[in-house]
């Protein structure tokens, strides 16, 4: 008797161990898949030509027009931006770098010396959907495009 009560307790303990076990692995789960969305998460890059003769003011402003102009895209602008440089080129929208957040993120860098515009979108949502940066990335080129050719 005393050995099944030792062998019933030994199997308790196990189980005990093994749901505290996956509990854990559930939580650590959710930390790594966020980590990874962050990651590896929808985003799209995109590079394109600039007038040499736009300033770097210029280019900030027409990406100012086009996100504002879009009411999809007009949140990326409402909580500010993080970097605004206009001498080393760069414009980073809030929580650009912050990982783990929903919504549209923007980083944009100007390089005057090879008159380009280097974009950068993040897009995801809840459970890392993705929210159509492609779209929106393709939206975003053309209508700083058609501003800067004005």
């Given at each position: 008797m005393v050995r099944k009560c030792k062998a019933l307790a030994n199997v308790k303990?196990?189980?005990?161990?093994?749901?505290?076990?996956?509990?854990?692995?559930?939580?650590?789960?959710?930390?790594?898949?966020?980590?990874?969305?962050?990651?590896?998460?929808?985003?799209?890059?995109?590079?394109?030509?600039?007038?040499?003769?736009?300033?770097?003011?210029?280019?900030?402003?027409?990406?100012?027009?086009?996100?504002?102009?879009?009411?999809d895209r007009s949140s990326l602008v409402e909580r500010g931006y993080a970097v605004r440089d206009p001498e080393a080129g760069m414009l980073e929208t809030e929580h650009y770098s912050t990982p783990n957040v929903s919504g549209f993120r923007l980083r944009a860098e100007v390089s005057k010396k090879a008159s380009r515009l280097d974009l950068s979108l993040r897009g995801a949502g809840a459970y890392c959907t993705d929210l159509g940066v492609d779209h929106e990335m393709s939206k975003l080129k053309s209508g700083v495009s058609r501003c800067l050719q004005r």
């Open positions: 303990a196990k189980a005990g161990r093994a749901a505290a076990l996956a509990v854990a692995g559930l939580l650590s789960g959710c930390s790594v898949s966020s980590g990874l969305c962050d990651a590896f998460g929808p985003s799209k890059h995109a590079s394109m030509a600039i007038p040499q003769d736009a300033s770097v003011e210029e280019v900030f402003a027409c990406i100012d027009q086009e996100i504002t102009a879009g009411a």
